[in-house]
């Protein structure tokens, strides 16, 4: 407590006043004979303890009075630490950085975080008066910022009255500095930054620094709850084909990050298609993060399924759910062009490739097969067309050339075109392939000319067979033919190749790239884009001719996946993730009107010149985390929802973390250009309150003095 | 009630000579301009007409009468003795307060002089007795002659001149009075504010209402007893003992008034009750006007109690 003119407090010798009044008062009184005392005396008995009461209070009424009025007037004031920010009145630039990520939903005592902070960012605004020009800055990645300072404090409580918490990480940094930015731009002398958030250590990065020494102050204003704001959320969740549980069968691998420092048991349930289909419990310590699976299958007739998982509420609700969506995979339509059919089945060229694309020969192995025979090719022709040997081609996603001997150059066009058109080829070499009739006449279909094999074993001993053998080796694991392989991949590296095709030149294919080598350096696998199609070339045979790789646990899954890649339907089980606020690309097709329909009512409606002559449309309002559902209209004006094309949004599970950030990942506090350094106590005046008790003194006087 | 002659104030009174020349003044302001036939001022009254009967003295027959109606009527007379009177004075120091004009003993005694005065002048015995120091038994045995007036005037100026001392109620006095009198009736008058904490004066005025005397209470107050025209802090202070107290008049008025109104209706309703003659004046009434609603009311009570 201290006194800002405490020479006033001399005037507290001004208490003398009323007591002298009151002892004077005393003496002072007329002394009158009286006969009727008695009267007096009676009266007084039952009055007199009142009036002396009421004296007492007077004169302690006026002593307080007047010791109230020299205390005022020495303006007393007390300090304390300081709670809450420093704020000044006046003039001045200042930008509030508020937290508007889906952290700032945090639910505080059954209310968001955001409206406790938007509650006070209110009443800052408040005390920084109207003179203050100020810009509100939202953390949320992708918000829109203000392009400059205001006045119009109106406004600004406008806004901050409909801030409502987004579906996006904090980037406090980026924040801070377009905040900084803003403040650059004007001439105030006093430049500040106040920071309403939940100080994540998420949103900042303090490699990043918004401003160096000479930037604006930055005050923090105290709205962390707490040290430790737990928070539980599901990270991530994919889904895959589960075998073991029939061809609809779905594993759900969901990732639940516990973000506090006390173990946490919670309840996780899987809902697919709008049913609970799953429940189960997960304990996860401080900090730990665990992955939980879900087995299921797809709804019947269902070929994609929208999922969720989502776990017991936390303060955070938003991200206790995650949503997936699972398709089956689509049939992979093959034509196998046999070059070297023979009527002993497993002697036939194709036993092995048709074994491995339709394992059991079941309906669901997600491939359709065709074997026709080289001649039977002849098919494809254009000339053929109408007749029953005509093959059409644009019914298959893959032709398979296996040992297919050198076809004529119009044939040869006919798929080269196909190709370019957007289908696959695999070519693999055999005893009837003739590098030079290759060289003459398959070019255009091949990323590389043949050259003539070389046999390994040639001459050596039944022993040495084994030993000059060769290997795969070096294949591209991160190519999605061998995304099942691990990196040895033992399935794949004890095959033994005693016979392969060399390679000559490239040809004019693009994008050729090697995606496996023998152990001799010779390519074994070879890519190629043709248009918009795809060429593989596979220097060894698909049957046991040349290698054994077909009866090796590997061939079975290279080759679905070639044949998958080939088809470009080797996309992930689970539909690509989309985070909240990332655009969607989703092909047009021939559709006349496309609209999509979010949660909470997002939404586009594509037609008209948005759709017309466009092979993709872009859906960018993915604000909120949910299933978004796609309706098309086609060119008969028939609507219907378009499954296939549904897509989930998830959170980004960056904005998850709610640990506090160190001291030292905010950015330094700058002088503010002009500004006084931050004082860490704060002074309290306390002489308004001794006004308001002065007043009420003299009421509370003449109150007893009228009585 | 017959319009009063232009009284003198009281206050100019006590400034004027001895007191049997007040008492004169008085009595003469009193009765001026009265209608003499109802107060006749014989000690021996005139009741009622009689017819004659043998036996009866002749001296009483009344001719007049028997001019008109050729009757002979005897006339009848009330009392045809002498009247004994006693006057009391409260001399109680209480009596000596004053709030601005005459102190109220100086006013009970004007009163009971200019009574003493008629008394003696119609022949009657006067006695006089002073209460208020128990220390001094100041009595005046009852007289008739004209010369007694002096002596009890001079007792009474003695006691007014001391202006009110000591606590003593007039029961004292009054319960002497009943001693002294005995069986013969007499008429006893008393001047006092009747400040007595006990009522002892009050009983003491019944017994000897009780005991068949005709008794009168003059009941005098100042104005400032009645009026409490008091404001500002005050420190009063008890005429008869040591109390005192600091007060502001303001705040207790109402009460201290209220009190005074039951104490009046106290006296006025026990006095009633008991037969007493009660009258209540202030001093600063003028003397004449209190004298003469005494006398207006003994006159009213009827033969049997007509004495003065």
Known sequence: MGFLAPFMLAGLLGLAVPIAIHLIGRRRAKVVKFAALDFLLATKRRTARRLRLRERLLLIVRVIA?????????????????????????????????????????????????????????????????????????????????????????????????????????????????????????????????????????????????????????????????????????????????????????????????????????????????????????????????????????????????????????????????????????????????????????????????????????????????????????????????????IELESFDVVVLANVPALPVERVAVLAQWVRAGGGILVAPGDQVDPAAYDRTMLPLLPQSLRDPIDTTWGASPEDKDSRALHLVKWEADHPIFAPFSKAAPELADARFFKISLLGPTTSTADRKVLARFTNGAAAIVEASLGSGRTLLYTSTLDRDWNDLPIHPGFLPLLQQSMRHLARKHAAFSDPVHIVGNSVALPAGDLKKLEVRGPEGLGAVFEGDRLAGRSTVRFGRTDRPGLYKVVGTDQTGATHERDELNFVVNLDPRGSDLAQAAPGDLPVSGTGTGGTPADSTRRIELWHALAAALLLLLLAEGLLVQR | MPSLPQRMDPAQLSRLGTLPIKARVIVQGALTGMHRASLHGSSVEFAEHKEYTPGDELRHVDWKAYAKVDRYYVKQYEQESQLTIYLVLDGSASMGFSGGGIPKLEYAGLSLAALAYLGIQQQDKVGLLASGDPAVETIVPPRGRSTHLHDLLSVMDTVMAKGGTGDESPAAALRRIAELTRRRRALIVLASDLFDPEDETLAALALLRAQKHDVSVLHVLDPHETGFPYDGLTQFESLENQHRMLVNPVAIKREYLDRMDAFLTRCRTTLAAAGVDYHFTTTDRPLEATLLELLVARSRLGPARRAV
Not at chain 1, 85 to 96: E, K, L, S, Y
Not at chain 1, 169 to 180: M, V, Y
Not at chain 1, 197 to 226: C, I, K, M
């Open chain 1, 66 to 390: 007047c010791a109230a009025v020299a205390l005022a007037l020495a303006k007393p004031f007390t300090s304390c630490e300081r709670k809450g920010p420093q704020v000044t009145r006046g003039p001045q630039a200042a930008v509030i950085v508020i937290d508007d990520s889906f952290a700032a939903g945090y639910l505080v005592d059954g209310k968001p975080w955001l409206t406790r902070a938007t509650t006070d960012v209110r009443k800052l605004l408040q005390q920084l008066g109207p003179e203050a020009e100020v810009a509100i800055v939202r953390t949320s990645e992708g918000a829109d910022h203000p392009t400059e300072l205001t006045r119009d404090h109106l406004r600004l409580r406008d806004q901050l009255l409909a801030l409502e918490p987004s579906s996006r990480p904090a980037d406090t940094t980026r924040a801070l500095a377009k905040a900084a930015q803003l403040l650059t731009a004007s001439s105030h002398l006093r430049k500040t930054v106040y920071l309403a958030s939940l100080q994540a250590r998420s949103g900042l990065r303090p490699d990043d620094p918004p401003w160096g020494e000479d930037g604006p102050a930055l005050v923090q204003l105290e709205l962390r709850p707490a040290r430790m704001m737990p928070n539980v959320a599901v990270t991530s969740l994919r889904a895959d084909a589960d075998p073991g549980a029939g061809t609809r069968g779905v594993a759900f691998d969901a990732e639940v990050a516990n973000f506090s420092d006390q173990p946490v048991k919670l309840e996780l349930s899987l809902t697919v298609a709008d049913r609970v289909v799953a429940r189960g419990q997960l304990e996860l310590a401080a900090g730990e993060r665990k992955s939980k699976r879900f087995l299921a299958t797809l709804p019947a007739g269902a070929r994609a399924a929208d999922a969720n998982v989502a776990i017991s509420g936390d303060a955070l609700p938003i991200d206790d759910k995650r949503w997936v969506r699972a398709s089956l995979r689509d049939q992979v339509r093959v034509l196998l062009v046999d070059g070297d059919p023979r009527t002993v089945r497993h002697d036939d060229e194709l036993f092995y490739v048709e074994a491995a694309l339709r394992p059991g020969d079941r309906e669901d192995s997600g491939t359709q097969v065709r074997t026709i025979t080289a001649e039977e090719l002849a098919g494809i022709d254009p000339k053929a067309k109408g007749t029953p040997a005509a």
